[in-house]
């Protein structure tokens, strides 16, 4: 278990309630350059992410609440800096908000959970979308597939591991 997990009380990979909490509820609970990502929509330096480059197989999760985001099959080395993939594990694991700010006509990305800012989605992905989801990998959490699936199973068993 994570830090992040320890102290934050939302954090999860199965329930999919939707969070609401104040920015200083956040701001408590979140590691700082997590915090200036997610809630202040702030981006990371480009290649600064481990999971740029990261070709494991595995569920791709939002580090802010644990919402599952991206299958590691769905991610692609687009050249840009960050971790991109073409397709979100379901329509509602991502949001998506028009943003004008800085000159620029994009679409913003948040967490279908937690309403936390991920990156911008762009239409100059690979096929079968065309979609490039170019994400800050700090506001990532990752977990290889074998530990997704056997988490899956204790949970489903009642375990409730990962609550």
């Known amino acids: 278990m994570s830090e992040t997990e320890k102290k934050n009380h939302v954090y999860s990979h199965t329930d999919s309630s939707k969070v609401v909490m104040s920015e200083e509820e956040w701001q408590k609970i979140l590691p700082k350059d997590v915090y200036h990502i997610a ?5 990371e330096r480009p290649w600064s992410s481990s999971f740029e480059k990261s070709n494991e197989v595995g569920t791709y999760y939002c580090a802010v609440c644990g919402n599952p985001l991206f299958k590691s099959d ?5 050249g840009c800096g960050w971790p991109s993939f073409y397709e979100p594990i379901s ?11 800085h000159g620029m006509k994009r679409t913003e990305v948040t967490c279908g959970r937690c309403r936390s800012h991920l990156g911008h989605v ?3 992905g690979p096929p079968p979308t ?3 989801y170019c994400i800050n990998g700090v506001v990532l959490d990752f977990e290889k597939a ?6 899956w199973k204790n949970n489903e068993q009642g375990t409730g591991k990962n609550d």
Do not use: C, H, V
């Open 122 to 124: 762009f239409d100059d």
């Open 74 to 78: 769905t991610k692609f080395e687009s």
């Open 39 to 43: 809630r202040q929509k702030g981006t």
């Open 130 to 132: 065309g979609l490039r």
């Open 91 to 101: 329509k509602s694991s991502i949001i998506y908000t028009p943003d004008n700010m």
């Open 146 to 151: 074998k530990e997704a699936e056997e988490n």
